[in-house]
């Protein structure tokens, strides 16, 4: 008998252990960084941070890309979602190419937009064909931010909102079919099965989706480096750029800290606001 009540936690002591080692130590370390200045706890670290230049771009860049990424992925990938169960022919190949991007790493799919964007990528070439442009323009630089913030945000469109929409996808199957078809016999619109059964019932998936996303575009940075560079600071790139050409572990670590207070508190704002009742999850 005490075996058996033992064996839940002797099954997920490895999985403890491995966090433990690979992801509690660093985040301990990290924060211990943060908060250390000569020696001493300090938030001369975070006075640092606060001081850099690029500090107020990085912060409104790094929001902007959050506030207009995430929820156009929600809407495009709960459209596409939707949309596949009606596919009469084809369903598992377009699920196969809307799948793509997700195994694509950032920065190849970085570098396959530079390779599009650049000042003699495809886009140019393409339309100094058409006649469209007389010679090649630039679009990444920092004397056009509107065309590299528009560049990001379509090629993070790109690669990340798959997968939004197998989230989307495996919560769609989970909603029963009665339910739609007893609210379109009781006289329902399309419109009103989708707001008042559809979506209540995909809420857990929503959630879980907005969650993972919002907390991974708040650390995007191979998509931006690629694209940007220096001409598009944001929080985690400022992380790279203290770390790696300043050698300041600290004020680093203070901007992985940072981030890291952001995605929580993201997070505990959709908990709240998007809280899913038991019977919602069955």
């Known amino acids: 008998m005490r075996r058996a009540r033992l064996l839940p936690y002797l099954l997920v002591a490895p999985s403890m252990a491995f966090l433990a080692a690979l992801f509690l130590f660093p985040l301990v370390q990290t924060i211990s960084l943060a908060f250390h200045a000569d020696g001493r706890w300090s938030l001369g670290k975070f006075a640092t941070m606060a001081d850099d230049l690029d500090f107020g771009d990085a912060v409104g860049n790094t ?7 995430v929820p156009a992925q929600l809407i495009l990938a709960l459209a596409m979602a939707l949309m596949l169960p009606h596919l009469r022919r084809g369903r598992d190949l377009v699920l196969w190419v809307w799948s793509i991007p997700l195994g694509v790493s950032d920065l190849a799919a970085g570098l396959v937009w530079l390779a599009i964007l650049t000042d003699r990528g495809y886009l140019n070439t393409i339309l100094f064909k058409l006649g469209i442009i007389a010679a090649p323009t630039a679009w990444l630089t920092y004397e056009t931010p509107f065309a590299l913030f528009a560049a990001i945000i379509v090629a993070e469109m790109w690669r990340a909102t798959a997968i939004v929409f197998l989230i989307l996808v495996a919560g769609v ?13 009781f006289g329902a619109s399309p419109w009103q099965r989708l707001t008042r059964v559809t979506l209540p019932l995909l809420k857990p998936s929503i959630q879980t989706a907005l969650i993972l996303r919002t907390v991974l575009a708040f650390e995007m940075f191979a998509m931006v480096i690629t694209l940007g560079g220096r001409n598009f600071p944001v929080l985690v790139s400022e992380a790279f750029n203290w770390q790696d050409t300043n050698q300041d572990y600290g004020v680093a670590a203070a901007y992985a800290t940072l981030v890291m207070a952001v995605s929580l508190a993201a997070t505990a704002f959709y908990l709240i606001v998007m809280r899913v009742r ?5």
Do not use: H, T
Request: hydrophobic share 50%.
């Open 63 to 69: 929001f902007k890309l959050v506030m207009i990424v």
């Open 173 to 185: 199957q989970l909603v029963p079919k009665e339910f739609a078809e007893a609210a379109e016999i």
């Open 278 to 282: 038991p019977e919602d999850r069955s």
